[in-house]
């Protein structure tokens, strides 16, 4: 038998839905978010992955967990995200070195960064760092160019991944001053950087939160940093525009995203969050004391920044010709 659904109680239906739809979103969160860091504890990821589990438990009154899921270049922790239902319980910590160097390094990338993910808001920016072993007989910028130089291919740089923005830092560095040092990608910064102190390796572009402490010890000699500016964890530390490449401006940041169909009330919630957490002076301060410049930017504003970035750093890439080894 037909049942004919009189459009009166087709409108109540929907009514209904919509409503369920919104007090859903009121509620959030109703439970415990899971932010994903697609690298290993100890890297600048892993910093920043903590301190916006902080965040958002602070301004969220809900816990807020870290879960590493490292491998394939940041793609494991990724596709967590991407394949995760859009209801704001599963977050990606992420940045340039895992959602913009990647795919514009990567022919068989297998996301669409710019529908695949909602970048919820922009946290933090941050320098990398020239670093040497403290054992190689280099104590400035100019003298490892020069002994690079006479040592093509000989020595050596770590980086987090294969694919990373420390990565793209070294690559373009060696472009530019026409050296060459071989690449020992890790599954993280943090391992990287102890085979550094180790002897392993020998050259490093790491970011800053990773590698002040190192730095501020001894544990690693810096000789520069990748920004057009100094920084004042490491005012003494020349950058590398100023030195020996004029111009030279490579900064790294930090970003939230969710899996494409995120409310946009749930996406409202989680931006605000952040950015009247990061714009918090307790917050701020301890965001400077582990070397990151904090950057407020709601979600309407991280996006067109992400697009920015994309294109911007794709003419580099693409000039450079630098492509991901399979």
Not at 100 to 106: D, G, R, T, Y
Not at 234 to 248: D, H, K, N, R
Request: with cysteine; glycine share 8%; charged share 20%.
């Amino acid at each position: 038998m037909l049942r004919i659904i009189r459009p009166t109680f087709l409108l109540a239906l929907i009514v209904a839905s919509l409503a369920c739809g919104s007090a859903a979103a009121q509620s959030y969160p109703a439970r415990t978010i899971k932010l994903i860091v697609a690298f290993a504890p100890g890297g600048v990821a892993d910093i920043m992955g903590r301190l916006v589990a902080q965040f958002l438990q602070h301004k969220l009154g809900r816990t807020v967990i870290v879960e590493n899921k490292p491998g394939g270049d940041g793609l494991i922790g990724m596709g967590e995200v991407v394949r995760a239902a859009p209801d704001g319980y599963t977050l990606l910590v992420g940045g340039f070195g895992g959602q913009i160097v990647p795919p514009l390094m990567k022919d068989d990338f297998p996301f669409d960064v710019r529908r695949d993910i909602v970048k919820v808001a922009m946290t933090a920016e941050f320098a990398n760092v020239v670093v040497v072993n403290k054992n190689l007989p280099v104590n400035s910028v100019q003298e490892l160019i020069a002994y690079l130089k006479v040592r093509p291919g000989e020595l050596n740089f770590g980086s987090s991944g294969r694919a990373t923005s420390d990565r793209l830092a070294a690559e373009l560095f060696m472009l530019e001053t026409g050296t060459k040092m071989l690449n020992a990608p890790y599954r993280g910064g943090g391992v990287a950087l102890n085979d550094l102190i180790a002897g392993t390796t020998h050259v490093m572009f790491p970011q800053l939160p990773a590698v002040l402490g190192m730095a501020a010890s001894g544990a690693v000699k810096p000789l520069a940093v990748t920004s057009s500016y100094r920084l004042d964890q490491l005012a003494q530390v020349p950058t590398l525009s100023e030195t020996i490449l004029p111009g030279f401006h490579v900064t790294s940041w930090n970003m939230l995203y969710a899996p494409r169909g995120l409310p946009v009330d749930i996406r409202k919630t989680l931006s605000d969050a952040l950015v009247e957490a990061v714009q918090d002076l307790q917050f701020r301060d301890r965001m400077e004391k582990i070397g990151v410049a904090p950057a407020a930017k709601p979600s309407q504003e991280a996006e067109t920044f992400f697009e920015q970035e994309l294109v911007r750093w794709k003419k580099v890439i693409d000039t450079a010709g630098i492509k991901l080894e399979r």
